[in-house]
């Protein structure tokens, strides 16, 4: 199975803040990435599939790279309503699909 | 609007069973790849099952192989996971999910709670 590991597990941050989060398969996953927002009580939402495709109705802060086995999310201006788990997900070597374990992005 | 909408869950002790269902709409149900994924209190995402669009193909996460079965019925845009010999393990909230496979998990259900306890 291919491993996923999200760094930081979780970070602080102001609004108006440029934020990065980072996402290592244990093997190469081309850009099969894609990241998701959960925020407290609720489901998780797609923000980017294939690695840097903005999914539908997702505010064009949000942004992603890479490929191979490194990723990035970058929120380029933090808004208030950002503040929320944010996950990364491979679907390159199904089954099983797996998951980062996720970054808590909190207000500083 | 893509809607999807589980239900079934609920309190069950240890070694019991449910059905999970989640009915589908807002898209052609018959077409899409669709996947069960669970969220245990205070963790992450976890994905225990898909399913091809037509049911043909079904796949498993090894913690519940031979536990849990997953299938649709095309004719009642409606997904089914069939959870037994539960464990205290298996308490979480179970996402009903378009997508799987190579593809995005674009939509979510609201989820539903399975809690394994005596």
């Known amino acids: 199975d291919i491993q996923m590991t999200q760094s930081p597990s979780s970070l602080s941050a102001s609004v108006g803040d440029r934020v990065t989060i980072t996402c290592r398969a244990s093997?190469?996953?081309?850009?099969?990435l894609n990241w998701y927002q959960q925020k407290p009580g609720k489901a998780p939402k797609l923000l980017i599939y294939?690695?840097?495709s903005l999914q539908s109705g997702v505010p064009s802060r949000f942004s992603g790279s890479g490929s191979g086995t490194d990723f990035t999310l970058t929120i380029s201006s933090l808004q208030p309503e950002d503040f929320a788990t944010y996950y990364c997900?491979?679907?390159?070597?199904?089954?099983?699909?797996?998951f980062g374990q996720g970054t808590r992005l909190e207000i500083k | 609007e893509v809607q999807l909408v589980e239900s079934g869950g609920g309190l069950v002790q240890p070694g019991g069973s449910l059905r999970l269902s989640c009915e589908a709409s807002?898209?052609?149900?018959?077409?899409?790849?669709m996947s069960w994924v669970r969220q245990a209190p205070g963790k992450g995402l976890e994905w225990v099952s898909g399913?091809?669009?037509?049911?043909?193909?079904?796949d498993y996460a090894d913690s519940v192989k031979g536990r849990f079965t997953i299938s649709r019925d095309n004719s009642k845009n409606t997904l089914y996971l069939q959870v037994n010999s539960l464990r205290a393990d298996d308490t979480a909230v179970y996402y009903c999910?378009?997508?799987?496979?190579?593809?995005?998990?674009?939509?979510w259900g609201q989820g539903t709670l399975v809690t394994v306890s005596s």
């Open positions: 999910v378009n997508g799987g496979s190579y593809y995005p998990l674009d939509y």
């Open positions: 807002g898209f052609t149900f018959s077409r899409h790849a």
């Open positions: 399913i091809s669009g037509s049911g043909g193909s079904t």
């Open positions: 093997e190469s996953i081309s850009s099969y």
């Open positions: 294939t690695a840097s």
């Open positions: 997900q491979q679907s390159y070597s199904t089954p099983p699909i797996t």
